[in-house]
C-alpha cells in the first residue's frame, strides 16, 4: 500500500504561503509610509509561516511513521 499524502493539509499549507507571501509585500510597499502596518503585515506573515510549516511537518511526520509501517510489514 502506497504512502498516502494529505492534500488537505498541503493545500491549507500553500493558502498560508500565498497569504504570508502577501503580507510580506503589503511590508515592502508599506515599509517607508507606514512602518507599523508594516511591522503587522509581518507579524501575521511570520504566523501563517509557521502554521505552513507545522502542516507540513504534520504531513511529513505521517509519510514516515507509515514508510516505517510498511517496514516492518516486510
Known amino acids: 500500500m502506497p504512502s498516502q499524502i494529505n492534500t488537505d493539509s ?3 499549507a500553500e493558502v498560508a504561503t500565498t497569504l504570508a507571501k ?3 509585500t503589503q511590508a ?3 515599509s517607508a ?7 503587522e ?3 501575521q506573515a511570520s504566523q501563517e ?3 505552513a510549516q507545522t502542516m507540513v ?10 514508510a516505517q ?5 516486510s
Open 41 to 43: 503585515a509581518l507579524k
Open 22 to 24: 502577501n503580507m510580506i
Open 28 to 30: 515592502i510597499e508599506q
Open 10 to 12: 498541503l493545500k491549507k
Open 57 to 66: 511537518s504534520q504531513v511529513q511526520s505521517t509519510l514516515q511513521t507509515q
Open 33 to 39: 509610509a507606514n512602518p507599523q502596518l508594516a511591522e
Open 49 to 51: 509561516i509557521a502554521q
Open 69 to 73: 509501517a510498511q517496514q516492518s510489514q
